[in-house]
């Protein structure tokens, strides 16, 4: 059998040798018995919400325990509450005619999305089999943004946590309040997020910015996949973890800090900005961020 990391990564970058592991032992198990009281039902998930956010938000800064991010995920994003709302109509959708086009689209994806993951790795597998009932069905359910590649790999992460069903309310949430406008033809939100993302960068790490003018890099030439797929795509998978149980409580705001956190800690001396002088040395940089700026959670930290 192949061997399979804690994730259920078969290889590839986003595989995880286990060097570090989340919080283990007392203080994991504490973490978890909190994370089940809150998570116990909806009524108490609610008081928590309205008396406690900020300690919510704490709580999900420090990572959702495995056994409960799955459930936590759609009680932040609301995702729990509007499945209800909308009994059976997932199946209705699925009745429903896909466009031609767009069921090509997400077929030629859905072995592309995570092929070393066990789940997605198979052609005609189950996980691919459940990807594309999420994806058709968010298609016809909304038929303005229809379908959109970064949705795929979205869509993936979901269904490592939850249900089909699930997922696929989960997966609303995300394209239509978490990451509004990201996946509307044309590109606008990401093209604005671009723009305060330099805003930030001038304000941060002005040299950095300085750098990548001068070069005329323009934000979508790297990040573009960094925020369409919230780092899914891009971090290794015990910090892609904890970026969405910091998303689903935090909103946009995190892409931008991990965005610039990334960005800092690849070009973090003037040796590495020098040695970074053409356009297509700092481009080849930032779309293979190095692996150190990932050790020990630096990257959280920053």
């Not at 606008?188 to 930030?200: K, L, M, S, T």
Request: hydrophobic letters at 40%; a positive charge; proline letters at 4%.
């Amino acid at each position: 059998p192949i061997k399979t990391d804690r994730y259920g990564f078969q290889s590839g970058y986003q595989f995880d040798n286990g060097k570090e592991d989340s919080a283990v032992g007392r203080v994991g198990m504490r973490r978890e018995h909190k994370w089940i009281s809150m998570t116990s039902d909806l009524k108490s998930w609610k008081r928590w919400m309205r008396w406690r956010h900020k300690k919510v938000i704490e709580r999900c800064r420090k990572g959702i325990p495995s056994s409960v991010r799955g459930k936590a995920w759609q009680f932040l994003s609301g995702s729990y509450e509007i499945k209800k709302k909308h009994e059976g109509e997932f199946e209705k959708l699925l009745l429903q005619k896909t466009d031609d086009t767009v069921m090509r689209d997400i077929k030629k994806d859905i072995g592309r999305a995570f092929p070393y993951h066990e789940m997605f790795s198979k052609n005609g597998g189950i996980g691919q089999k459940e990807l594309l009932r999420i994806l058709q069905a968010y298609s016809i359910h909304n038929p303005s943004i229809g379908y959109c590649q970064a949705m795929a790999p979205i869509g993936a992460l979901l269904l490592m946590h939850m249900t089909t069903e699930d997922a696929f309310w989960c997966l609303v949430t995300v394209c239509e309040k978490i990451l509004s406008g990201f996946f509307s033809p044309g590109l606008e939100a990401i093209q604005v997020e671009g723009q305060v993302f330099y805003a930030f960068l001038q304000r941060f790490a002005p040299a950095i910015r300085e750098h990548l003018d001068e070069l005329n890099i323009e934000p979508l030439m790297f990040m573009t996949e960094w925020y369409m797929c919230a780092f899914a795509r891009t971090l290794p998978w015990s910090l892609v973890l904890r970026v969405w149980d910091m998303l689903f409580a935090e909103d946009v705001k995190i892409i931008h800090k991990v965005a610039i956190a990334a960005i800092k800690l690849t070009f973090n001396s003037r040796e590495k900005l020098k040695s970074s002088a053409s356009l297509h040395e700092t481009l080849k940089r930032l779309k293979n961020l190095p692996p150190e700026i990932f050790v020990n959670s630096v990257l959280l930290q920053e």
